[in-house]
Nanobody, 125 residues
Framework: QVQLAESGGGLVQPGGSLRLSCAASGFTLDNYVIGWFRQVPGKEREGVVCISSSSDGSTYYADSVKGRFTISRDGAKNTVYLQMLSVKPEDTAVYYC?????????????????WGQGTPVTVSS
């Protein structure tokens, strides 16, 4: 049974940092892509970053987070991390990780089959 579980969200001041985790179970995360998305009320889920399988290693970042966010994976822990630096109030959202059967990165939420429950991030002073 494929499961994803996000953690690490919380309240952080502008300019601060936060690290989100996406723990996978039921499958070997190294063999699949993981996308991070975020969503605020009333808006569509927005693609933040995607990392390809470990054999490829490609990463794709949204322009809004380039240079500030970094995605990485730890195969031994079957976990993907999203390191968030220099956060801004506009980064406030619920963050989700997701994967798909096609093993292809996409910026579109509809391309993903499995989702975690989300972890909220609030950037505020």
């Amino acid at each position: 049974q494929v499961q994803l579980a996000e953690s690490g969200g919380g309240l952080v001041q502008p300019g601060g940092s936060l690290r989100l985790s996406c723990a996978a179970s039921g499958f070997t995360l190294d063999n699949y892509v993981i996308g991070w998305f975020r969503q605020v009320p009333g808006k569509e889920r927005e693609g933040v970053v995607c990392i390809s399988s470990s054999s490829d290693g490609s990463t794709y970042y949204a322009d809004s987070v380039k240079g500030r966010f970094t995605i990485s994976r730890d195969g031994a822990k079957n976990t993907v991390y999203l390191q968030m630096l220099s956060v801004k109030p506009e980064d406030t959202a619920v963050y989700y990780c997701a994967t798909n059967r096609e093993r292809l990165c996409s910026a579109y939420a509809s391309s993903y089959d499995y989702w975690g429950q989300g972890t909220p991030v609030t950037v505020s002073s």
